[in-house]
């Protein structure tokens, strides 16, 4: 009896011997491979975050890291049920993240480079805690993702049409209500002023940051991926559309009160234009999750 029982118990304590021995190597390993990251990122961060702190456009990307870190760790007991597996297919998403990286850098492009860091957590994160795991976090993965900029190319070649989309719907609303308007590309004539529809006022300000409501409405709300991707979809149109009643709305007080519109509400309508765009797709969630989620 004592000799089976030797014998049974000797693998045991040595698992658990190899499990206490290895621990210190894992956290090693982690601690290599965040002072990497950091070496390599360090720069590419804190540019993106200076972007964050200067432009107004971009201010939202403040909110998104410590927002993605809340949402991850508030569903840790779900990621953390599932048990942590090496998953050598990870390293192509590492790869990859690794490769645009290079790219964005001998390519002078901030988007790809920032966008990098983003791909490459997730690569890393399933390199070292397997699928299951990776699944429970792709959704702080996403809010991630949105905190990079659009790239200056795309911005610059939507913000034009946009310009005169809002300039030219803009001007046929003043007209409807009875308002002397005559538009010459993006600026609006009125009787007693003229108003420029300039590149902030293209509405892809506001399209960021709704997207990201969108995106968060959906997983609070919705159950199912079709309902969360229209409201995400949505969210496009209803940005564009709400940038036109704000210009609309600037032409006719300028008609009226020109110090009023140039100054309070001008300032003012930037937010005023963001809620009621959330306000939109709060209602448009719930009325997707009543209609189309299972019950």
């Known amino acids: 009896m004592g000799a089976v029982y030797g014998a049974t118990k000797q693998p045991e304590e040595s698992s658990a011997a ?6 210190p190597v894992l956290w090693l390993q982690a601690g290599v491979i965040l002072a990497l990251i950091a070496f390599l990122f360090w720069d590419v ?4 975050a200076h972007d964050w702190w200067t432009e107004p456009s971009l201010s939202q990307g403040l909110l998104l890291p410590p927002l993605a870190l809340y949402i991850a760790w508030i569903h840790r007991k779900r990621t953390f049920a599932y048990a942590a597996q090496l998953d050598s297919r990870g390293l192509l998403v590492s790869a990859a993240g690794c490769f645009m990286f290079v790219l ?3 390519a002078s492009e901030d988007f790809t480079t920032r966008l990098s860091f983003v791909v490459l957590l997730a690569g890393l994160l399933w390199t070292f805690w397997g699928v299951p795991r990776l699944r429970t976090l792709v959704f702080p993965l996403l809010i991630l993702a949105c905190m990079v900029p659009l ?3 795309l911005y610059n070649s939507l913000a034009a049409p946009l310009q005169l989309f809002s300039s030219d719907m803009a001007s046929r609303i003043a007209q409807a209500l009875g308002v002397s308007v005559f538009r010459d590309g993006n600026i609006i004539q009125l009787a007693n002023t003229s108003l420029g529809v300039e590149e902030a006022c293209s509405g892809l300000n506001s399209l960021s940051a ?3 409501g969108a995106l968060l409405f959906g997983y609070l709300i919705c159950t199912r991926l079709l309902t969360r991707t229209i409201l995400v979809v949505a969210a496009i149109p209803l940005a564009i559309l709400v940038n036109v009643v704000r210009v609309a ?3 006719l007080l300028a008609d009226q009160h020109e110090e009023f519109a140039m100054g309070f509400y001008h300032s003012f309508s930037g937010w005023l234009v963001f809620v009621v765009g959330a306000g939109v797709l709060y209602l448009m969630g719930r009325a997707l999750h009543a209609v189309a989620d299972p019950k």
């Open 18 to 23: 190899l499990g206490r021995s290895s621990t």
């Open 45 to 48: 961060l804190a540019d993106m």
């Open 104 to 106: 964005g850098k001998l």
């Open 151 to 153: 790239p200056v190319l």
């Open 210 to 212: 709704l997207i990201v």
């Open 249 to 251: 709305g600037t032409a």
